[in-house]
Nanobody, 115 residues
């Protein structure tokens, strides 16, 4: 059983920055790929960024060059640094991982980009 708890969302103006955090319970955090997804109203949930156990990263085209995913294995935490935010980045952001073929999701944190 894994619990994921996100934090760091909020309201920010276009061009601003936010850093999301996701704290994971359980052991062997360092062995697993961690992801960030987002879901905007009326749209499908989409993968934003992923980081493997070896710290290889992958990003959606829409966020490349603006978002950075990182992990601190000592703290069982994964981060999403979001810079140059745009109104189209407005969504609920979810932390996600897969263990033993089971999907685990956090509760989500709202990010709103608006002036």
């Amino acid at each position: 059983q894994v619990q994921l708890v996100e934090s760091g969302g909020g309201l920010v103006q276009p061009g601003g920055s936010l850093r999301l955090s996701c704290a994971a319970s359980g052991s062997m955090f360092s062995l697993y790929t961690m992801d960030w997804y987002r879901q905007a109203p009326g749209k499908r949930r989409e993968l934003v960024a992923a980081i493997t156990s070896g710290r290889n990263t992958n990003y959606a085209d829409s966020v490349k060059g603006r978002f950075t995913i990182s992990r601190d294995n000592a703290k069982n935490t994964v981060y999403l640094q979001m810079n140059s935010l745009k109104p189209e980045d407005t969504a609920v952001y979810y932390c996600h991982t897969v263990r033993d073929y089971l999907n685990y999701w956090g509760q989500g944190t709202q990010v709103t980009v608006s002036s």
